[in-house]
């Protein structure tokens, strides 16, 4: 066998041997990666061009919507439900006197049970309504800060060795574990709110069946296809609007002013809950990769089959289909971004998470603010990446990439701090 022809082979072998053996292969070579054309952002399924704001809000923007709907995240069960809130803390002094800690217990009722979600904030002290930052929580609202009256989750949490969680329940030594990721003081020093919502409350992540969480109360089959229900990360982007909900009726709040933020699978879940409710005026995506902010055509990194192969509850079952097949995906990741137009939208990456594909997440960033150009808002104007740490921010769109491993650090926050005081027009 000539050379060539002996590395092909083997090439060739090794791929199917991992797609045989379920192993798998990341590619982090960027001249692997495949020639791809992406789906017409600003083109409805009738072929005709979309070149105003009116045809993009009422036509294009529905048809994308219901691509990610059916065919990626899922959809959010047609059934009844009713809400309650009861706020079960208020007032209590912290962050140095600064802010307040408020409790806010939200209950979902359907006729086959009842759901308690616990939302968590610290309120800068103010005689006006203020900003807030929306965000989920990956160990329990206890583990964003060692404040001793935050509540400890009382649902399903993933044990951690590290952070002494056995039992897949918290206990008080979790409290400020995950601290050094969130800076709430930075955060009321600029005279913005945090709320926050441990995740496994809304839908515990791991594969049963979608017995638990919300999953398990708000159900319908009805149409008899199974494909279409809601995965993972739609029930979290769900439970964000619920929580929504709640945050409009509190005269604490600049409803209008709401920021939706989250980590990687959270990141995941804060874009497609900026996709879907509208009153999220500012969507943050921190390193979502894969399903996020990243381009799946680009195949960088994590690709559509194994992000479906280690984690079959967070998509839909018809996302399955473009495992390896991703050039048949009728949407790609920067009409995700396109949702939010024109709200803001800002991303952000990091160097060495090349799992995430920060290049993917910039070009998805790129190609979807063209379409903010519709409502004489700029586009980010450069295709090419930017230099680490030194964002680029065009009006409504904003993007960095920092230095650092798959985090959320005091830079990243720092950037959000700044650019949404831009947006809420607090400078
Ligand atoms: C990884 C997953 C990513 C990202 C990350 C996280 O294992 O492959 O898509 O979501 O988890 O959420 O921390």
């Excluded at 789906?39 to 009116?54: D, F, Q, R, S, Y």
């Excluded at 203020?130 to 509540?151: A, C, E, M, R, W």
């Excluded at 990243?294 to 473009?322: M, Q």
């Amino acid at each position: 066998m000539k050379k060539t022809a002996k590395s092909l082979f083997l090439i060739t072998f090794i791929c199917l041997s991992n797609l045989v053996f379920g192993q798998f292969v990341a590619n982090y070579d960027e001249s692997k990666v495949p020639e791809y054309s992406l789906p017409e952002l600003l083109v409805l399924e009738n072929g005709k061009k979309v070149k105003t704001a009116g045809v993009w809000e009422n036509k294009r923007r529905p048809e994308i919507l219901e691509l990610f709907q059916n065919e990626v995240f899922g959809k959010v069960p047609d059934v009844s439900y009713e809400l309650s809130f009861q706020v079960i803390k208020d007032n209590i002094e912290a962050i140095n006197g600064k802010a307040i800690l408020k409790e806010v217990e939200i209950t979902v009722s359907t006729s086959e049970g009842k759901l308690p979600i616990n939302v968590l904030f610290f309120i800068p002290k103010s005689n006006k309504p203020v900003p807030l930052f929306l965000t989920l929580n990956f160990y329990g609202n206890q583990s964003i800060h060692p404040d001793k009256n935050i509540s400890l989750a009382k649902s399903w949490l993933r044990n951690n060795e590290e952070f002494g969680i056995t039992e897949n329940k918290s206990n008080e030594a979790t409290r400020g574990v995950r601290a050094y990721r969130w800076e709430v003081e930075e955060i009321i020093d600029n005279g913005l709110a945090l709320a926050t919502i441990y995740y496994g409350d809304i839908d515990p992540d791991f594969d049963d069946g979608f017995k638990n969480g919300i999953h398990g109360i708000l159900k319908d089959d009805s149409d008899g296809n199974k494909n279409d229900n809601w995965g993972s990360i739609a029930a979290w982007a769900w439970g964000l609007s619920r929580a929504m909900d709640y945050i409009v009726t509190d005269a604490d709040f600049d409803k209008d002013k709401v920021a939706v933020m989250g980590h990687s699978r959270l990141g995941k879940a804060a874009l497609w809950a900026g996709a879907t409710d509208k009153r999220f005026a500012l969507t943050i995506s921190n390193d979502s990769g894969c399903g996020g902010a990243a381009l799946s055509r680009r195949k960088f990194g994590e690709t559509v089959w194994r992000i479906n192969d280690s984690f079959p509850h967070w998509f839909c079952g018809n996302f399955k289909k473009y495992s390896d097949q991703e050039s048949n995906l009728p949407v790609d990741q920067h009409m995700l971004i396109a949702l939010m137009a024109p709200r803001a939208i800002y991303v952000a990456s990091a160097e060495d998470d090349q799992w995430a594909d920060p290049r993917g997440e910039y070009l998805s960033t790129y190609y979807g603010s063209q379409v903010y150009k519709l409502f004489n808002e700029k586009a980010l104007s450069e295709q090419k990446m930017p230099n680490i740490e030194s964002p680029v921010v065009a009006s409504k769109v904003g993007y960095h990439i920092r230095k650092g491993k798959h985090d959320v650090t005091p830079y990243d926050w720092q950037q959000y701090i700044s650019f949404a005081r831009s947006c809420f027009g607090l400078q």
